[in-house]
């Protein structure tokens, strides 16, 4: 009789609440219960404890021209604040340029055929791939990387830290004094790396907080203590932080219209979370999206092989890690070669990649490329996807759920 009458309760008050409020539960309920399937954690879950210490002194160093050889280069060059940890720019400029954005361009400096990558979530816990192609890659346990069994650390984030300093065109200038360096010997690697050491050991505004929060003499500093000092700056200065998704799913938080529909297209129709799941939206494996390959690429004109550099398995060719999608509405331009600027079009690549040809522009070899792009593509969960122009922008909606502010600003220091 109880039963009944609390049924009844139940009953009278569904029928005072509006149909369409109640669907609106539901939706809520199963968008909640799919981000977690997809692997959301709470962002504080993500953390991983470093030295405050640390921390101040990776700052400085992140800021500082003295970590190039040619001191006209900074970590903070390129990973710039107001575009999202990013450069803002297609292919980044690396030595020779000045300035930020679209004034890199205009410099003359050295161009890194790659889109610039940003720092969300980087070396949180579970994050171990790093670089468009994999070439830093700890996920089976052991980490492999350019080093080749000589890795200065067990850390992949520290040992990724290691390779901009002495890349040349990167943060090593494209000289000819510099030419044996393009060798990537481990031997030639580690003579730079000791300029550095004694360079930052030699600032009396970094060398002693450096040599404090590594717990060793001045003298004794080595570029590992450098590295040590930039990783623990960056997984904590761009580590998650508290924003809307979580909101959502762990606080009863709310969504729009909008953004509800984005998200239940991203883990529905779209087949978006196939890829892009976990606490970084990021499966960590290499996909290949047929999209345009703009200016030089690692592999010459208009072609980067993408991970096969790193593994020379034809099966890799055209492949590239699945990129976080924190603070993607920030990050812009997209994909490896950052052919393209707007999210909207990005998206609409994945399923549609002819949608980004122009067949008048391109050459036979580029057609080819493009041809062995769409063989690669046809394997992937999102060919056989139709997205409207409607569906996508519900997609960008659900996406700037993802956004925050890092801890700190960052500033490039002489």
């Not at 690396?94 to 790659?114: F, K, V």
């Not at 000791?194 to 450096?210: H, K, N, S, V, Y």
């Not at 398995?313 to 920030?330: A, G, M």
Request: include cysteine; charged fraction near 20%; hydrophobic fraction near 40%.
């Amino acid at each position: 009789m109880k039963f009944a009458t609390n049924l009844a309760v139940i009953v009278g008050i569904a029928a005072m609440v509006p149909l369409a409020v109640l669907a609106d539960g539901m939706r809520d309920n199963v968008l909640r219960q799919a981000i977690v399937r997809g692997g959301l954690l709470p962002f504080q879950d993500t953390h991983v404890a470093v030295s405050e210490d640390l921390v101040k002194v990776g700052k400085l160093l992140f800021q500082t021209k003295d970590i190039s050889l040619d001191r006209k280069t900074a970590c903070a060059s390129c990973h710039v604040d107001r575009f999202g940890s990013g450069d803002g720019i297609a292919n980044a400029i690396g030595t020779g340029g000045a300035g930020e954005g679209l004034e890199r361009l205009a410099g003359g400096g050295d161009i890194i055929p790659r889109n610039t990558l940003p720092f969300w979530g980087r070396g949180s816990k579970g994050f171990d791939v790093f670089f468009w192609d994999g070439k830093v890659d700890a996920s089976s346990g052991t980490i492999h990387s350019q080093f080749a069994g000589q890795e200065p650390s067990t850390d992949p984030l520290v040992v990724a830290a290691h390779l901009p300093p002495v890349e040349v065109g990167e943060m090593v200038a494209d000289l000819a004094q510099n030419d044996h360096l393009e060798g990537e010997s481990v031997e030639a690697a580690g003579v730079v790396y000791d300029i550095l050491a004694d360079r930052i050991a030699a600032r009396p505004d970094i060398g002693p907080a450096l040599a404090a929060a590594r717990g060793k003499a001045v003298e004794d500093l080595e570029f590992i203590d450098i590295a040590e000092g930039i990783a623990a700056f960056i997984r904590t200065n761009f580590q998650l932080q508290d924003n809307p998704l979580n909101r959502f799913a762990f606080a009863e938080g709310t969504m729009s219209e909008s953004e509800q529909k984005g998200g239940l297209i991203f883990y529905g129709k779209g087949r978006c979370s196939s890829c892009h799941n976990g606490p970084y939206f990021t499966d960590f494996e290499f996909h290949a999206i047929a999209t345009p390959q703009l200016g030089f690429g690692k592999n010459g004109f208009g072609i980067d092989y993408g991970r096969y550099n790193s593994t020379l398995r034809e099966e890799d060719r055209y492949r590239f890690r699945t990129p976080p999608l924190w603070n993607v509405t920030k990050t812009a331009p997209y994909f490896h070669s950052g052919s393209v600027q707007r999210l909207e079009d990005a998206i609409l690549l994945h399923v549609d990649p002819l949608a980004g040809l122009s067949p008048e522009t391109m050459t036979g070899e580029q057609r080819v490329q493009f041809y062995e792009q769409l063989k690669a593509w046809s394997g992937e969960v999102v060919s056989g996807v139709a997205l409207d122009r409607d569906e996508i922008a519900d997609l960008v909606s659900f996406l700037s759920l993802l956004s925050f502010e890092s801890r700190q600003p960052v500033l490039e220091t002489d």
